[in-house]
Structures are given as structure tokens and as C-alpha cells.
């Protein structure tokens, strides 16, 4: 447990207080559906860029990817490859599309293309993928800063999710473009004073560059991989083919990303906006991740517990294993002895020696990795007997451990503040969502026409509602592996249906809605089946592939049903 200094939780509030109290304040009183759906159609495309980088990282991304690139290396920043593929095709096709047919949501469209139950049931889809992952944005600093900081967890989630709904549902989209934009600026300052407080803490004689070396002897710094195993999750295929579908379905009809750019005020503005998440968006998940591989160097040279999560060693400790626990530990520590006397001769070596250090560094990180492994199976054997839940895998503790024990005081304040604020940025982006298709599409589509004055009351209503089941969510939320694959994984399971929907709907005017309605209701259960068979081992199908399977899948249903004649419409 770590007590936070009076200087850190005044720059923790004020920072939070100041987002919230600005964001209400400056989006105040909006008198019609679309000052408050789409902000009035005035965002400049710097703000819609922000915006769109903001929705989509969220806390997890800043406690996650650090320890991902921590445990696995810089591999990670393929997953993203797919994303300025996709930028430009969302250019090009959907955002003219979209700004012609003057929607709100992306599930209009599809009502004019197709027919009702098929937007309906796009709708849905949405609805309960980006249900589930606002819970889970909440819950993820959540169950992290109360593990850490001996916070409660229920009303961290609370705190979290009032915070977000308060602006949210005052100022309407408005409100999240304009708080986003300053999240976003917290964000950026943030991680870079970590990272140059990181590299400062390295012992004089270890410039960056040498830093660099001693990631890559562990194999930190292999950031392509080019082989076509199933086996690997993150390949440069996955991520060119897998992630350009996951990206395609997220930023081209997920409501929580179309709604940002919707507020645009010119279709160019639009364009630009998504040019400018395409261009930094890689560079930015390639800088976190490269904190996180700073933060492994850093542990070279200074000691750290088996496992992060305090938590689940104390849960061993006070079992029967506390002894094996012990000699893992003393084991790890040993081996951090045997490294640090490897790093201090190694840039003093002559070349061919240095890489036989190199060698023999990278050899003791394995055998720290299979401890480490070890310890991870002790506690969840632990777990099992004592039936309670904890999360023996530590990538999402490791970042928030090196700010709470390395930062001096204030900084500290100020990471936390970047955590909560990308909590805070991405579930008002959902809740915003959620609340608007809530209303068009489900509402008002299917209860008759409303005043001005209705309508924005309803989307306050729903948003307010999607904010009270986010919060729900959270806090019946169950443990993951590692939470930023969780979010992409319930992405994975509903976007590529999706997609497949609207590509249907843009470039294959021949099928018709019956076709596609029920090649979509097909295909979602043939992907939820292929995910489970993969969950038990009984096939071998990496999450990011199902978007592209569900996308190619719903096309050549929706093709054959059309082809036989199943329906004329």
C-alpha cells in the first residue's frame, strides 16, 4: 500500500476538477440535437484529431502497454500497422458517404441501403460491445490504482464513472471533444516527463543507445515479425491484415469514433482530423511502448519484486507456499545480482567480449522470465485453492509500481491524474455514443417524431443510463490476462460483422436486406463459436484474425443468400 503525498493529491484533484468543471462550463446549454449530438458541427480538425486519438486510448493503454512492452518487447506496435491503412479508406469512402446523407449515427445509413431491423440490429451489436468495454475502461485503473494504492475498488469505479457522466451528459458531444482535446495535453506531458525521468534514473555511464542494447540482448527490441504463425499473436501480418479490419470496423462505424469526426465543421475537416491520428498514432503506441522497455532497463539496475501485483504475493505468502514463493524470490534476486555484474563490464569490454555479455545477459533475463512463470503459477495454484480471484499475470501493475516508487512527489500526482484522465477521455467518448445511437436509433426511430427539446432530454437520459450501467459493469467486472487485450478481443468479436455489413452496404448494391440480416445474425454466432474453440485450444485462431473472418464471412453468407433467392427485397 502506498500513501500519496498531500502535493500529489492536489495536483490529482485540481488536474480532474479542472477537466470536468471546464468541459460543463464551456459546452453548457445546448438547445437543440445537433449542438449536442455532433457539437454543433464546429470542431476544427486538430480538436477531432485529439479526439479520436483520446476515445481510443484509454487508461489501459497507459497501464497496459508500458507492460506489455515490459514482459514481451516492442512487438506490440505491429498491432497498429493496420491503422493508417485504414484511415485512409475511412477518408475516402465513409466520411463522404456519412457527411452526404447528413446522419448522426453510422446505423442510419443502413437503414437507407437496407432496411430497419438491419440498422436495428447493427445498433445492438454496438450497443452491447461498447457496453461492455466502457464497464471495462472504468474498471481497469480501477481494480489497478486499488490494488496499488489500498483504495476501494467499488468506489474508485464510482468516483471514475460520476466524474465522466457529469460533463458528459451536460455538454453532450461538445463536452468530450473540448475536455478531450486538454485530457490529451495532460496525457502527452505525462508521458514524456516519465520517459526522461526513466532514462535520467540510469546509471551515468548508460547513454540511451546503450540503454537500447541492453533491451535488444533480452529480445526486447524485436519490433517485426514477419513469420506467418498462427502461434504469434502480434505479427506484421496480423496487424497489417487483422488490424486494418479492426480498424476499419472501430473508426469507420463504431459510434464512439464516427461521432467525433460527425462534428466536424466541413467534410475536409473531417478528413484532417483522421489524417492526423493516422500520421502520430503508430509514433505515440511506439513511444508507450518504448517506456515500458525503459522501464525493463531500469529494472536491470534496480531491484523488483517476482511479481508486481501486491496483491497476489501477499495472497502466497500467507499460504502454505510461502516457503517456494521465498526461493523463487531469492532465486529472482540472485539472478539480478549476476546481471548487475554483467552490465557494469559490459560497455568496458572489447567488442567480441561485449557480445558475449550481451549473449549471457539475455540468457539470465529467460531464465528470470521462466521464475517469474513460476511464480505466476504458484499464485494462481494458490488462487485455486483458496478460490478467490487475482491476477497472477503482472503486465498492468508494472508501469503504476515504477511511478508510485521512482517519481518524486507532485510527478507522481501527475501520472495518476494521466490515468484517470484517459479513463475519463474514452468513456465519455462510449457513454456519448451509447446515449446518441441509444436515441436515434432505437428511440426516436421506433416512438415517432420529437421536438428538438425531446430529443436532446432522451439523449441525456440515455447517456446518463449507459453511465450508470458502465459503472455496473465495472463493478462486477471479472480479472483478464492483460485488459488492453480484453477491450480489443470484445472489439474483435462484433466489428468484423459489422464491417461486413457496411462494406456490403457501400460497394455490393445487389444484396438486399433480408440477405444480409440474416448472413449477420449467422455470422455473429459462427465467431463467437470460433473465439470459444479457440479460448479451450481446440483450434488455433489469434483474436485479431476474427475481424477479418467475421467480415469476409458476413459477405460471402449475405452473397450466397441473395444468389439463391432466400428473399426478392
Known amino acids: ?48 484529431g485529439l479526439s479520436v486519438m483520446a476515445t481510443q486510448a484509454s487508461a489501459i493503454t497507459f497501464l497496459s502497454t508500458p507492460g506489455q512492452a515490459f514482459n514481451d518487447g516492442m512487438g506490440f506496435v505491429q498491432f497498429y500497422f493496420g491503422l493508417p491503412i485504414a484511415m485512409i479508406v475511412i477518408c475516402m469512402v465513409f466520411i463522404p458517404l456519412y457527411y452526404r446523407l447528413n446522419v448522426y449515427t453510422a446505423y442510419e445509413f443502413l437503414e437507407n441501403r437496407f432496411d430497419l431491423k438491419t440498422r436495428t440490429l447493427a445498433a445492438v451489436l454496438f450497443l452491447i460491445q461498447r457496453g461492455l468495454a466502457a464497464g471495462i475502461t472504468i474498471f481497469a485503473p480501477a ?22 457522466i457529469i ?9 468530450v ?9 495532460v496525457i502527452f506531458i505525462g508521458m514524456w516527463v516519465a520517459f526522461f525521468i526513466i532514462v535520467g534514473k540510469l546509471p551515468e555511464d548508460i547513454t540511451f543507445s546503450r540503454a537500447l542494447e541492453i533491451a535488444g540482448a533480452s529480445g526486447k527490441m524485436e519490433i517485426l515479425d514477419f513469420s506467418f504463425s498462427l502461434n504469434n499473436r502480434y505479427t506484421f501480418w496480423s496487424g497489417i491484415i487483422g488490424g486494418t479490419f479492426l480498424m476499419l470496423s472501430y473508426f469507420g462505424t463504431d459510434q464512439s469514433q464516427v461521432q467525433r469526426y460527425l462534428s466536424g ?20 503506441q511506439f513511444f508507450i511502448l518504448l517506456v515500458g522497455v525503459m522501464v525493463f532497463v ?28 521465498e526461493a523463487l524470490q531469492d532465486k529472482h534476486e540472485s539472478l539480478f545480482d549476476d546481471k548487475k555484474e554483467i552490465i557494469e563490464g559490459l560497455f568496458a569490454s572489447k567488442d567480441k567480449d561485449k557480445d558475449l555479455a550481451l549473449q549471457e545477459l539475455g540468457k539470465i ?24 480471484k487475482v491476477e497472477s499475470n503482472d503486465k498492468d501493475y508494472v508501469f503504476i509500481h515504477f511511478i508510485l516508487n521512482n ?15 484517459a479513463a475519463m477521455s474514452s468513456t465519455s467518448s462510449e457513454l456519448n455514443a451509447l446515449g446518441s445511437t441509444t436515441t436515434i436509433d432505437l428511440y426516436i426511430r421506433n416512438t415517432g417524431e420529437k421536438t428538438e427539446a425531446e430529443k436532446v432530454k432522451a439523449s441525456k437520459w440515455f447517456t446518463f443510463a449507459w453511465g450508470i450501467m458502465a459503472i455496473a459493469v465495472a463493478c462486477v467486472a471479472d480479472l483478464a490476462e492483460n485488459l488492453i487485450q480484453l477491450v480489443n478481443i470484445i472489439g474483435s468479436i462484433f466489428y468484423g460483422n459489422v464491417l461486413g455489413i457496411f462494406l456490403l452496404a457501400f460497394f455490393f448494391k445487389f444484396v438486399k436486406g433480408n440477405a444480409v440480416f440474416i448472413a449477420a445474425i449467422i455470422t455473429q454466432i459462427i465467431v463467437i463459436i470460433l473465439y470459444f474453440l479457440n479460448e479451450y485450444e481446440l483450434i488455433n485462431l489469434p483474436f485479431l484474425w476474427l475481424n477479418f473472418v467475421g467480415c469476409i464471412v458476413v459477405i460471402f453468407l449475405a452473397f450466397l443468400m441473395q444468389l439463391i433467392h432466400i428473399n426478392e427485397k
Open 1 to 48: 500500500m502506498h500513501a500519496l503525498n498531500w502535493v500529489d493529491w492536489i495536483i490529482l484533484i485540481l488536474t480532474l476538477l479542472a477537466i470536468v468543471i471546464y468541459g460543463t462550463w464551456q459546452t453548457r446549454g445546448s438547445k437543440n440535437v445537433k449542438d449536442y449530438l455532433r457539437g454543433g458541427n464546429s470542431s476544427k480538425w486538430w480538436t477531432i
Open 167 to 175: 460533463y458528459t451528459v451536460s455538454g453532450g458531444t461538445r463536452a
Open 143 to 164: 481494480i489497478i490504482l486499488s490494488v496499488v494504492l489500498g483504495w476501494d475498488l467499488l468506489t474508485l469505479n464510482i468516483i471514475i464513472g460520476l466524474l465522466v
Open 177 to 185: 471533444n473540448v475536455t478531450q482535446k486538454h485530457q490529451m495535453i
Open 265 to 284: 465543421k466541413s467534410i475536409k475537416e473531417m478528413q484532417l482530423g483522421l489524417i492526423f491520428n493516422a500520421l502520430l498514432k503508430v509514433p505515440m
Open 407 to 421: 517519481l518524486p512527489r507532485g510527478l507522481i500526482g501527475l501520472l495518476l491524474a494521466v490515468i484517470l484522465s
Open 365 to 388: 533475463n529467460q531464465q528470470d522470465t521462466d521464475i517469474k512463470n513460476e511464480a505466476r503459477s504458484l499464485i494462481e495454484k494458490v488462487a485455486e485453492q483458496q478460490e478467490v
Open 298 to 325: 531500469f529494472y536491470q539496475f534496480n531491484s523488483a519484486p517476482v511479481n508486481f501485483n501486491p496483491t497476489a504475493t501477499e495472497l502466497v505468502l500467507s499460504s502454505e507456499h510461502k516457503a517456494d514463493y
